[in-house]
Structure formats: structure tokens, C-alpha cells
């Protein structure tokens, strides 16, 4: 009889750890798609995360950043005095206006132009996506070049056009102009 105990003990043993086993694979089935991501998402905390709280930190602090110094904590001091420069406010402006300008150019006119494109076919097709492609794989210095060219003061494309359609007679200086410098930006980077 105490053979037959310990042989349905025994028994009963497997089934728990069996069932023990199945319940411990089940639980790393679930986290089997987090423990891929994890080399991602340290790497993201590193690359990422660590600089932009050592940024916060550094906000608080005095530096000159050169090797052997110390930094100093100065509390809010740098925020009153940034706050009281007189090119704060036209910062602001300026990202604002980059901001909201930027958007036409990087989500609603793309969209339009794809569907747009969307119904070409063959070549005609090919040849949109070409001119619309471009730009992306050109290097930015060359990219920065053709604007230049485009752009210059004396003899560039966009003023001798505008002085052969008559709208106007002097040279615009495009890129040291403020009013134009903020626009062609605009242009440039969308």
C-alpha cells in the first residue's frame, strides 16, 4: 500500500512541475517580444535619455565646459537671464514660425502630391517619384550650393528672373535680408 502512495505522490509531483514548466514557458512567450526590444531601448536611454537629463542638470549649473574646471550651481539664475536677454522673444518667434511653417511642407503638401501621383502610371509616374526623390539622397552640401546659386545676390537665377519679368531692378540680397532670409529658409528646409 505505501508503494502505491508514493508511486500516485510521485505521480502527482510530475503533473505540478509539468504544469509549473508550462506555465513558466507561457510567461516567457510573453515577455519573449520585450526581451528582444531591450537592447533597443537601452541603447535609446543611452544615446537619448542620459544626454538630455545631463542637459537638464547642466541648465542649474555655471561652466565654461573647459577641461579641468568644475561647474557651479547657480540655481535659476540662468533662467532669469535668459529670460530678460532682449533675443528672447524673437527666438521664440522664430521657432514658432519654423514650426508651424514647416508643416505644410512635411506633411500636407507630400500628401497631396502622393495622391495626387497615386493614380500615374509607367513613366510619367517613375519620373514624378524621381523629381520628388532626389533631393532626399543629394548631399546637403550640394543641395546648399544649388540654393546658393539659385539665391546669389549678383547673378543668380531667381534675381536675373526677376529682372527680365520686370518686377524688379535691384538685386536682392536673398540670404542677408531678414524678411527673405526667414522665408527662404523655410523653403529650403522643407
Known amino acids: 500500500m505505501s508503494e502505491v502512495k508514493s508511486i500516485i505522490v510521485s505521480e502527482q509531483g510530475k503533473k505540478v512541475n509539468g504544469q509549473k514548466n508550462r ?3 507561457r510567461s516567457l512567450i510573453k515577455w519573449k517580444p520585450y526581451l528582444f526590444l531591450l537592447p533597443a531601448i537601452l541603447l535609446l ?5 542620459k544626454p538630455l ?8 549649473q555655471k561652466w565654461s565646459m573647459v577641461p579641468g574646471t568644475e561647474p557651479i550651481a547657480v540655481g535659476l539664475d540662468n533662467f532669469i537671464r535668459l529670460f ?10 522664430n ?21 495626387a501621383t497615386n493614380g500615374l ?12 526623390f532626389i533631393p532626399m539622397i543629394l548631399a546637403p552640401v550640394t543641395v ?25 531692378d535691384a538685386n536682392i540680397s536673398f540670404f542677408t535680408d531678414p524678411v527673405y532670409a526667414k522665408w527662404l529658409i523655410l523653403l529650403m528646409t522643407g
Not at 550650393?145 to 519679368?165: C, D, E, M, S, Y
Request: hydrophobic content about 55%.
Open 23 to 25: 506555465r513558466v514557458a
Open 53 to 60: 537629463l545631463s542637459t537638464f542638470v547642466l541648465a542649474f
Open 121 to 132: 502610371n509607367g513613366r510619367v509616374k517613375n519620373v514624378y517619384r524621381a523629381m520628388f
Open 144 to 168: 546648399g550650393a544649388i540654393w546658393r546659386w539659385l539665391f546669389h545676390p549678383a547673378n543668380g537665377l531667381v534675381n536675373i528672373t526677376l529682372q527680365k519679368l520686370g518686377i524688379t
Open 84 to 93: 530678460q536677454t532682449k533675443d528672447f522673444v524673437q527666438s521664440i518667434e
Open 45 to 49: 536611454g543611452v544615446w537619448m535619455y
Open 95 to 115: 521657432t514658432v514660425f519654423y514650426t508651424v511653417g514647416i508643416l505644410p511642407f512635411s506633411i500636407i503638401i507630400p500628401m497631396l502630391l502622393a495622391v
